[in-house]
Structures are given as structure tokens and as C-alpha cells.
């Protein structure tokens, strides 16, 4: 495992460095995960009310796709909460207010229209809606009344990960396919079978953010998800840790955490500039031409060249992800430049694009860092399958054809005859093997 690889922390305004620099310091966060959870919780505070147009038909939102991997007590759950802390303390007050709406709403439904006279009530009033930003533990169903009721958007936090996973297809058999859906934020329709309501969202937005351990990753994004798009569109991070984090006796200053609040209310203050019919019609950032082209040169001379040296479908669609992450990336840097008082917000500019050129990069890296692990799984569970369904000689392009509708991808196979059935099969040729 490559342990030089490290979140590129210069791509943040410096104050907000300056709060992962002291968290790391004061109370030994892994700066990776606390970098990370950060950026997330940021691109979520955002939501709808900003999007970036890098082309006539390219028009993308902050969404975030977020896990953090790492063994047991190695630190993950510390980094997250306080990341996602000054959004749950503004869900706490806007809970106090629905509350007491809806108290008022239960106590106007059991009058008659006589008695909501005498008591200086309105004549109609319309059930108060549940305002939030963070959805914990949530079904399909749950969260979109959540993006209905909240156009800006929604993030799903779930300490563990695997937890919202398992959710899929309990209620119904397409819950995966609404979280490739959402990903790209395209409009889709919802009828929610419990009362036949039907739910049309124009503009959904939701990121997502967790965690898992090693052990997990062959489970939640290995077989059919490595090949479906459905791992790629999860940016993981996975940072080499051999020790559980230390306790510090120094104190860490108030104002680093205040200061974290601050920003995330600021962001959250700016709002767009209408919003019509549950749609937000958002602040739209162009980008310059010095880092239009900048983005260019890496489309043309980095990822276009991986993808086509790549054999590999999963690392096929990693690159495809990747661009769609990079205008992301661009459009939350310039506006935590822009908060921060270090640039315009009126387009995203050229220090931004290379920015998120790095970043971008970094989880790349972190992706070929954690395939080996996520696949170590899936061959345990499944080479024997292969085998038995090879024929006693059989060629490469066989064996990945075969691997492929047992949900296994390309560089696994190759991997598995390079690496892992020495036992079971002999090279007889360039591309032929036999099996003993």
C-alpha cells in the first residue's frame, strides 16, 4: 500500500486549513478524514443555490459521494461529527419551529370552522414542512419527502455506511438505481405506495457522507457495483494508519471550532435567487477561459490518455466520474475561496481549476490505493465459481468474459490468473492457460 498519498490540503482557503491544521494538532484527527468530511459537509451547506456551467449543456451541482475507509477506533467517527455538527445545531432550530408549527396545525385541524373564527384563526393553513439539512438512517421514501420539503438539498450521513446500504430493495427492488440517479441530479418521479402519493423532483439534490472498514469495501462496491458506476460515483478515502489516535493534554482554542461554525452559516445565509415551486433557480458561475483551458489540458493530456491505456472497465469508469468530479470540485473551491474573502465569486477562475485538478488526482490515487482491497474479497467468494465454469483450456479473453457475468471485473480476472490461481491453472501460452 502506498502511504505517501495525502490530501492535498493547499486546495482550501487558509481558513479553513487552518481548522484541519489545529484539529490534527489538538486532538490527533487524521487529516485526511477530517480534509475530506469537511469538503463534503461544505458542497452539502452549498446545495442547489449554487452550480457551475462548463458547457452550453453541462451544467453541474455540488454533489458529493463521500466514504471514509479505515480498521476499527483508527479515528473516522470523531472527524465526521464535527465536520457535520454546525449543520445538525441549525436542523436543532429549525426542528424548535416545526415543532411548535405543527402544534399549532393539530390544534387548528380539530376545530370547527366556528370555533377557528372565535379564536382569530385563518380559514385554511397548510401543514408546516419539516425543514433540515442532514438525513440520518433514511429510507428511499424518507429522504425524498426530504428533498421535497427542503429544494436546497439534503445530505444522508450515516456514520457506518453500510447501514444505509443495506436498506436497498427492502421496501422495493430499485433503490440503488435512485442513488444513480441522484448522483447526476436529473428530475425522476417518486409515488409513494403507503398513501399512492405522487412526489415529482425537478432539481434533487443530495450528497452522502459515511464510513466503512476494509473488510466492507468488496461488499458494498465490489461485482455488479464496480461495473454499474456505482462505485465510482463514491470518492474513498483511505489513509495508511498503524496506530490508534493519541490523547493530547493541550486544549484546543474555542475559536477553531467557532470559526468552522461561522463559515458553514455563511455559506447557509446566502440564498438563491428565487425559488418557485420547490425548484431554485441557482447563482450560475461560468469559468473563465484561462481555466476552461486549463481544465482542458488535463481532460486531453491526463485522463483521456489513462483511459485509453486502461484494460480495465472499473478504471474506464473511475475516469468518466473523475470529470464529472472535477467541475464539481472546481465550482466548491471557488466558493469557499469566495466565503473566505481570498476571491470573486462571480466566475470560477484559473487558481481554482488547478486546485481541483489536484484534488482530483488525489482520489485517483486513493481509488488504486483501495481496488486491490476491494477485490481481494470478491475473488475469495467467486474464483472457484470461475473456475468451475471455465473449460480445461481457455484463453484470457474467455476467462474475463466469464468473470463478467459473475459480476467480476476485467483487472480482477487478469489479476486472479496472474496472481491468485497458480495452484489451479498453468500458462501455456501468451493469453492460454490450462486448468491441472
Known amino acids: 500500500m502506498d502511504n505517501s498519498i495525502i490530501f492535498p490540503l493547499s486546495v482550501f482557503p487558509m481558513p479553513i486549513r487552518n481548522i484541519v491544521d489545529s484539529l490534527h494538532k489538538y486532538e490527533n484527527y487524521q487529516m485526511d478524514f477530517t480534509a475530506s468530511a469537511f469538503l463534503t459537509v461544505f458542497a452539502a451547506t452549498m446545495g442547489n443555490t449554487w452550480s457551475a456551467r462548463f458547457m452550453t449543456g453541462w451544467v453541474s451541482r455540488p454533489i458529493i459521494y463521500m466514504v471514509l475507509v479505515g480498521p476499527p477506533s ?41 370555533q377557528r373564527k372565535q379564536q382569530s384563526m385563518p380559514e385554511e393553513m397548510e401543514m408546516p414542512q419539516r425543514k433540515c439539512h442532514v438525513v440520518v438512517n433514511s429510507t428511499i421514501e424518507a429522504l425524498i419527502s426530504a428533498m421535497r420539503d427542503n429544494p436546497r438539498g439534503v445530505l444522508i450521513y450515516n456514520d457506518e455506511i453500510d447501514s444505509l446500504f ?56 465490489g461485482g455488479k ?88 472497465e472499473t478504471e474506464k469508469a473511475l475516469c468518466g466520474k473523475l470529470e464529472t468530479y472535477l467541475i464539481r470540485f472546481c465550482l466548491i473551491i471557488q466558493v469557499m475561496r469566495g466565503i473566505c474573502g481570498e476571491a470573486g465569486m462571480d466566475e470560477i477562475d484559473e487558481e481554482s481549476a488547478q486546485r481541483a485538478i489536484w484534488l482530483t488526482e488525489y482520489f485517483r490515487a486513493m481509488e488504486s490505493r ?4 476491494m477485490e481481494t474479497g470478491v475473488l475469495d467468494l467467486r474464483h472457484t465459481e470461475l473456475l468451475s465454469l471455465l473449460s480445461q483450456s481457455f484463453t484470457t479473453s474467455e476467462a474475463v468474459a466469464t468473470g463478467k457475468k459473475l459480476g467480476l471485473s476485467e483487472s480482477t480476472v487478469k489479476r486472479f490468473l496472474r496472481e491468485g490461481a497458480r495452484e489451479f491453472i498453468r500458462k501455456e501460452a501468451h493469453g492460454r492457460y490450462c486448468k491441472f
Open 74 to 114: 483508527c479515528g473516522k467517527t470523531p472527524p465526521l461529527r464535527q465536520a457535520i455538527s454546525p449543520l445538525l445545531k441549525l436542523d436543532e432550530s429549525y426542528d424548535r419551529v416545526y415543532a411548535k408549527g405543527i402544534r399549532q396545525y393539530r390544534k387548528w385541524e380539530r376545530l370547527t370552522a366556528r
Open 225 to 312: 457495483r464496480s461495473l454499474n458506476g456505482f462505485s465510482s460515483r463514491f470518492l474513498k478515502v483511505y489513509p495508511h494508519i498503524s496506530a490508534m489516535p493519541f490523547w493530547n493534554e493541550t486544549s484546543m482554542p474555542e475559536d477553531v471550532l467557532e470559526e468552522w461554525e461561522h463559515i458553514i452559516r455563511k455559506v447557509d445565509g446566502i440564498k438563491p435567487p428565487t425559488v418557485q415551486e420547490g425548484k431554485i433557480n441557482s447563482i450560475e458561475l461560468s469559468f473563465s477561459s484561462a481555466a476552461k483551458h486549463r481544465l482542458i489540458s488535463w481532460k486531453n493530456g491526463v485522463n483521456s490518455r489513462i483511459y485509453s491505456d486502461s484494460e480495465s
Open 166 to 221: 443495506s436498506n436497498f430493495n427492502r421496501y422495493n427492488g430499485s433503490d440503488e438505481s435512485y442513488f444513480l440517479s441522484l448522483f447526476s441530479g436529473t428530475p425522476f418521479k417518486y409515488t409513494r405506495k403507503s398513501n399512492n402519493e405522487y412526489i415529482f423532483l425537478s432539481q434533487p439534490y443530495c450528497s452522502i457522507i459515511g464510513s466503512t472498514q476494509p473488510g466492507m469495501l468488496s461488499t458494498l462496491f
Open 370 to 373: 483501495i481496488t486491490p482491497e
